[in-house]
């Protein structure tokens, strides 16, 4: 059973264009990370959003928890080739908290 | 130090080889992973241990023998790999602070190849 459900699964822009990566789920979460990996690499983490209605900005990204703590997303203003990579998101569960239920990623490419 | 640090970054292996991944950790977090990532798929959990002690094993095979020496390292011994084990293994450490996760800090991962 597949607890979060992140889409889409691939997207191809152009650079300065904005998009949205979205994260749903019928159960809620304790917290829910967002990370980047890059290829041959572990995933860095960029983010961790706790409370319901949380927005956090980093730069151009702009991430938000869902108020009911089901789901959230990741906006990119302006992309550019150096966000290319695969967006990961993961939630953890309010019992068990150490593990993490991921996404299947979204496949990002910014072209030039 | 804000590093896991993975050796080797490279390992090609036998069947009936054994060998063993090594992970490390001087962020003082009390949670360690093994993770397995299939290419162009999400990581998928084998082994979780807190305070130096297995606290889940997701069902994984027997040939996949982890060990946890002490806070800061964390071992996973292999034995009798398929050449369907091969991907990356990615070790991480974790704090959760009063029941919340505030993340993973992965290490860049161990690229296994079984022949």
């Known amino acids: 059973t597949q607890l979060l459900e992140q889409s889409p699964q691939f997207l191809s822009i152009q650079e300065g264009e904005n998009l949205t990566v979205y994260c749903n789920s019928s159960s809620v979460f304790s917290s829910l990370q967002w990370y980047r990996q890059e290829p041959g690499e572990g995933p860095v983490l960029l983010v961790t959003?706790?409370?319901?209605?949380e927005v956090k900005k980093l730069k151009r990204l702009t991430f938000q928890f869902g108020d009911a703590r089901k789901d959230s997303s990741l906006h990119i203003t302006a992309a550019q080739p150096g966000d290319t990579g695969l967006y990961l998101c993961?939630?953890?569960?309010?019992?068990?908290?150490?593990?993490?239920?991921f996404g299947q990623g979204t496949r990002l490419t910014i072209n030039p | 130090d804000t590093e896991v640090t993975q050796t080797p970054k490279h390992l090609v292996m036998g069947m009936t080889n054994k060998k063993s991944l090594k992970c490390e950790q001087h962020m003082g977090h009390r949670a360690m992973y093994w993770y397995k990532q299939k290419a162009k798929k999400p990581p998928e959990l084998m082994f979780v241990?807190?305070?130096?002690?297995?606290?889940i094993n997701e069902s994984v095979p027997s040939r996949f023998s982890p060990e946890c020496p002490n806070s800061s390292l964390l071992n996973l011994h292999l034995h009798a790999l398929q050449p369907e084990d091969s991907a990356l293994y990615l070790c991480?450490?974790?704090?959760?602070?009063?029941?919340?996760?505030?993340?993973?800090?992965f290490g860049s991962g161990t690229r296994l190849t079984v022949v």
């Open positions: 993961a939630g953890a569960r309010i019992q068990g908290a150490q593990k993490l239920v």
């Open positions: 241990y807190s305070y130096e002690k297995l606290s």
């Open positions: 959003v706790v409370t319901g209605g």
């Open positions: 991480a450490s974790s704090q959760v602070v009063a029941g919340t996760n505030y993340g993973y800090t």
